[in-house]
């Protein structure tokens, strides 16, 4: 069983940075690929970026290449997304995912694990 918490979200203008980290439990994180996603109000959960285990391979939504970075920390069972250059578009409730496999996948379905959200709201 894995349990994650995230952290980081807040209220921040129109082209500021926000850093969000997941925080894991268990023995085994760093066997594990791990996600961030989104979901706005009335929206879809949606997939914002993924890791591989062996933080080789990462992926990210067209939304936010450039601008977004995810790493982890396996020493410190930590998974991070700095995000800058924030747009009002980018306001959601952002979740951290953890799945039991090494490779990173954009899918909700393909994840095993889910934080409770945090908060991220951008204003223009």
């Known amino acids: 069983q894995v349990q994650l918490v995230e952290s980081g979200g807040g209220l921040v203008q129109a082209g500021g940075s926000l850093r969000l980290s997941c925080a894991a439990s268990g023995r085994t994180f760093g066997s594990y690929a791990m996600g961030w996603f989104r979901q706005a109000p009335e929206k879809e959960r949606e997939f914002v970026a993924a890791?591989?285990?062996?933080?080789?391979?990462?992926d990210y939504a067209d939304s936010v290449k450039g601008r977004f970075t995810i790493s982890k920390d396996n020493a410190k069972s930590t998974m991070y997304l700095q995000m800058n250059s924030l747009k009002p578009e980018d306001t959601a409730v952002y979740y951290c995912a953890a799945r039991t496999n090494v490779a990173a996948r954009r899918g909700t379905a393909q994840y095993d694990y889910w934080g409770q959200g945090t908060q991220v709201t951008v204003s223009s």
């Open positions: 890791i591989s285990w062996n933080d080789v391979i990462t």
